[in-house]
């Protein structure tokens, strides 16, 4: 069975510094992978997917994903945190055309 | 947005009561989903349909039982509230790109 570990349940981050947050994935086939995002109190929004084309793949808001094989990993990076970034994310990979997500990531990010 | 619309947005009950969930799109979609939202687990599947009267479990899919009846409309019934059922309910929908769509969420409580 795949599954999804996202390291860190909180990370904090400066306004301007670089976001990194960590999803690694464990799958017996080459996966799809995504990167959800959730505001307070909203649904899940989708920010990024990866389907086996471009190993970068870049989302909405300045966020973008590079899939490692290698490293079964799948960051998620954006070059400069706004305050508007504060939420929680979830990376989740398919199966049997399902989603399997990781038990989150909140990013808080100070002025 | 994709068109999904959850009712009620929230509801407050009592163990041991029925309570049904209804989950409605406008895309046309064959596969739809129910997750419960609680925190520390992410989200977790409760069960799935693949079209009109095709469903399936998910991980978590005790106490609960699900209808399709039409494309449009899948419900989500707790046939006897527990306290351990209290948690937010996010519908979603895949598109053939293998995107899932969520709705807005319900939050239940239950007493």
């Known amino acids: 069975a795949q599954s999804v570990t996202q390291l860190g349940s909180h990370v904090s981050v400066s306004e301007g510094a670089l976001v990194l947050l960590r999803c690694n994935y464990s799958s017996s086939v080459p996966p799809y992978l995504f990167w959800y995002v959730q505001y307070p109190n909203q649904g899940l929004q989708l920010l990024l997917k990866?389907?086996?084309?471009?190993?970068l793949v870049k989302g909405i808001n300045g966020f973008e994903a590079e899939f490692k094989k290698s490293e079964t990993s799948f960051h998620l990076t954006k070059p400069s945190a706004h305050m508007s970034d504060a939420a929680e994310y979830f990376c989740?990979?398919?199966?049997?055309?399902?989603?399997?997500f990781g038990q989150g990531t909140e990013l808080s990010v100070k002025p | 947005d994709a068109g999904i619309t959850q009712s009620p947005r929230h509801k407050v009950t009592e163990t041991g009561t029925p309570v049904t969930l209804r989950c409605h799109q406008t895309?046309?979609?064959?596969?739809m989903y129910w997750y419960r939202q609680d925190p520390g687990h992410g989200l977790r599947l409760i069960h799935y349909?693949?079209?009109?009267?095709?469903?399936d479990k998910g991980e978590v899919s005790d106490g609960y039982s699900v209808s399709r009846s039409k494309t449009e409309d899948f419900l989500l019934t707790l046939e006897s509230a527990t306290s351990s059922q209290t948690s937010v309910y996010f519908c979603?929908?895949?598109?053939?790109?293998?995107?899932?769509?969520f709705g807005p969420g319900t939050r239940l409580t239950v007493l």
């Open positions: 990866y389907t086996s084309a471009a190993t």
């Open positions: 979603a929908i895949s598109d053939p790109s293998g995107g899932m769509f």
């Open positions: 989740a990979v398919s199966q049997g055309g399902k989603l399997i």
């Open positions: 895309e046309n979609h064959r596969y």
């Open positions: 349909s693949y079209g009109v009267k095709d469903t």
